[in-house]
């Protein structure tokens, strides 16, 4: 990319200031390239923000005139309002929208007709540039605006362009997963005390043995069966804690997670 990128955000919460660090990071943009904006109570996240050295207002339609490419991360239930007031500047923009449950189609009729639109599902370990993110192009978004997006949240994680249908299981998936796996860590830690380790040391052991395995998967290409079977011996100690997880259910548990989330998000989509 060969030059610097005008970013503004609407919005400046913690995914926001997590994109804009990672962004600097990469070398696609400077502090002083960004705007954002802000409910005027939001102290704390305007000096995060002017801490990077960039422009931060109590108004979103400076963000818009400002800037060439607008993130809307503002909380799902404003973003219709939000873009609604700020329509006026829209035109030939393009509006990157991380707001859960919002659609191309409802993004787009908020903007003027020449504003191109992309929709962006990230997800919380972008915060420590590990994230998951996915993309869908609007109508008028170009080859060089989804080439643009995947740069971007590549500084912070992966990311693949998808269709607009796989949007609510991958929400369930990448989007809620953290928490599935925060509650795994959790009670791997937890088996671990009863069992006599300190706490610390479990939840250190937990957390990187997670994130190993995700590695070696990723890494290896390897289906998860033939890496499980790897470590599972004949009659051995992975074998009998692997029986107790089927005894229980585990497997359906977690995949019922992940299609009751997708069933969730798509009632908050159709509403």
Do not use: W
Not at 33 to 61: C, K, Q, W, Y
Not at 85 to 96: C, D, H, M, Q
Not at 137 to 146: E, K, L, V
């Amino acid at each position: 990319m060969s030059k610097l990128l005008k970013l503004g955000f609407l919005g400046g919460g913690k995914m926001a200031q997590a994109m804009a660090n990672g962004f600097i990071s990469a070398g696609l943009t400077r502090g002083d390239h960004m705007t954002a904006s802000f409910h005027p109570s939001d102290l704390a996240n305007i000096e995060a923000f002017r801490a990077i050295g960039a422009e931060t207002h109590v108004e979103n339609l400076p963000v818009v005139k400002r800037s060439e490419i607008i993130f809307v991360s503002v909380k799902p239930t404003v973003v219709s309002s939000v873009l609604q007031a700020v329509r006026p500047a829209s035109a030939g923009k393009l509006f990157i929208s991380i707001a859960m449950g919002v659609t191309l189609r409802e993004l787009e009729n908020s903007l003027e007709s020449t504003a191109r639109v992309i929709r962006v599902m990230p997800n919380t370990p972008a915060l420590v540039r590990a994230g998951a993110s996915v993309y869908v192009r609007g109508s008028a978004a170009t080859d060089d605006d989804g080439a643009v997006t995947q740069s971007l949240f590549q500084a912070v994680g992966t990311c693949e362009e998808v269709s607009e249908a796989m949007m609510d299981p991958i929400t369930a998936l990448s989007g809620s997963g953290p928490a599935y796996v925060f509650v795994m860590i959790e009670a791997l830690a937890d088996g671990a005390v009863r069992m006599g380790l300190p706490r610390d040391l479990a939840y250190r052991l937990a957390a990187q043995t997670v994130l190993g395995s995700g590695k070696l998967v990723r890494e290896t290409g390897r289906h998860p069966g033939q890496l499980k079977d790897d470590v599972t011996s004949p009659a051995g100690s992975t074998a009998a804690g692997l029986a107790h997880l089927e005894q229980n259910a585990f497997r359906h548990a977690v995949s019922g997670a992940v299609e009751s989330a997708t069933v969730r998000c798509r009632q908050i989509s159709s509403k």
